[in-house]
């Protein structure tokens, strides 16, 4: 089977390489080139898989670079996960997100009709389309209300998607995934930042961890158990929509304590609002409410209902919500001592 990942040099890149890996895929890894020549979370693969990827050098933006590519390699599956993906960064940078998200998608989707039509191809849709969800928990028939310029970039390639699927027969699979995490997690979302910060800080290599809403509330999983769906929805019957998520919701703040519970820290919180700040059992101020972390508007209503994944795939996230955690600051940990 050969497949062609764009968003390889990502985090479900990352954790998508391995099981196509073991599964035995050919793997073609779209990659942007980048003036240091990295290629992200390609490097930290085994070798082993690392020599078996194929990188082809290419910008989602490039419509013709999609078109040579489909039409040479006619790829069993294509998982498209290349996406400006940082929500904050959406409002700041609206017009270029649209550009990548809406354009690149429409790209990637046009070549695959045009010239590899029994192409698989899966999108990488968000639960961050929701908005502000009407009703909770939210599955495939929940509406839509995005709240940010990613979201709608988002929505747009969903509805792109649904659209080439019923006008032209082709085999497409949208996963509406919920948050997940990990150690190769990017390192401004919020997971990633504050198990960075809490290994530095018990290492003695960073005082405070300035966060935004501690209040606000995400279903969090583990990017492992998500890939796995990914493979399943283009691997069972036909090209569907299918939610993915943990079906359980957890605040900042409990991550924050949970993550320095993992080096022996209890954190307790003084103050409010933006003053809020929390300090360990001999008094030093670790956490700190910074308001430039603020989003202009916050979704923080999310809660997956997997149900149908759940009963037609078969999926289920694995990871608790403690384990991802553990398992985040572990990695961090070795990574702060190894420098
Ligand atoms: P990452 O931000 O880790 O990876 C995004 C990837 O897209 C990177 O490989 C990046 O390359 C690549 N990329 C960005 N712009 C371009 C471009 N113009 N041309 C080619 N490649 C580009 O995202 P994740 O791995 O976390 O997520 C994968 C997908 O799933 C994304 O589409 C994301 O929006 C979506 N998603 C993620 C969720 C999550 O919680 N992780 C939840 C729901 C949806 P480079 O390394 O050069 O930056
Ligand atoms: P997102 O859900 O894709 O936007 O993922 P993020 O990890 O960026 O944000 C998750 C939630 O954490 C959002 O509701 C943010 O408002 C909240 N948050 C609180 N403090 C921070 C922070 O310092 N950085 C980021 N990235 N998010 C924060």
Redesign the pocket.
């Known amino acids: 089977m050969k497949s062609i990942i764009?968003?390889?040099?990502?985090?479900?890149?990352?954790f998508l390489s391995k099981l196509l890996f073991e599964k035995n895929y050919e793997i073609i890894g779209?990659?942007?080139r980048?003036s240091s020549m990295?290629?992200?979370?390609i490097e930290k693969l085994p070798h082993e898989i690392k020599e078996k990827i194929r990188i082809e050098y290419?910008?989602?933006?490039d419509a013709g670079f999609f078109a040579r590519l489909l039409e040479r390699e006619k790829p069993d599956e294509l998982y498209?996960?290349?996406?400006?993906?940082?929500v904050g960064y959406s409002f700041q940078n609206p017009a270029s997100t649209y550009?990548?998200?809406i354009s690149?998608t429409l790209n990637v989707v046009n070549a695959v009709k045009e010239y590899s039509p029994n192409t698989k191809l899966y999108f990488?849709?968000?639960?961050?389309m929701f908005g502000q969800p009407e009703s909770t928990p939210q599955n495939e028939e929940t509406s839509f209300k995005p709240r940010s310029p990613?979201a709608v970039s988002?929505l747009a390639g969903f509805w792109t998607m649904k659209t080439y699927r019923e006008a032209y027969g082709m085999f497409i699979s949208n996963?509406?995934?919920?948050?997940?995490?990990s150690e190769?997690?990017?390192p401004e979302?919020v997971t990633r930042k504050i198990s960075m910060a809490v290994s530095r800080i018990k290492n003695g290599k960073q005082l405070v961890l300035e966060l935004g809403n501690l209040n606000a509330r995400k279903d969090w999983g583990y990017?492992k158990d998500?890939v796995y769906g990914m493979w399943q929805m283009l691997n069972n019957g036909t090209g569907d929509d299918y939610v993915l998520g943990t079906g359980e919701l957890h605040t900042v703040r409990e991550f924050v304590e949970i993550a320095f519970q993992e080096v022996g820290i209890k954190i307790h919180w003084e103050g409010e609002n933006e003053n809020e700040i929390g300090l360990s059992d001999d008094g030093k101020i670790l956490v700190k409410v910074n308001k430039a972390f603020f989003r202009p508007l916050e979704s923080d209503n999310y809660l997956a209902d997997a149900s149908k994944a759940n009963n037609k795939l078969k999926w289920k996230s694995k990871t608790s919500f403690k384990e991802l955690i553990k398992l985040m600051v572990k990695s961090d940990l070795q990574q702060t001592i190894e420098k």
Do not use: P
């Not at 990295?38 to 979370?41: D, E, H, N, R, V």
């Open positions: 764009t968003g390889i040099s990502g985090q479900d890149g990352f779209i990659v942007r980048n990295t290629t992200g979370t290419g910008d989602l933006t498209h996960l290349a996406a400006q993906s940082f550009d990548v998200n690149g990488a849709a968000t639960s961050e990613y988002k996963g509406i995934l919920f948050n997940h995490e190769v997690r990017g979302f990017a998500y």
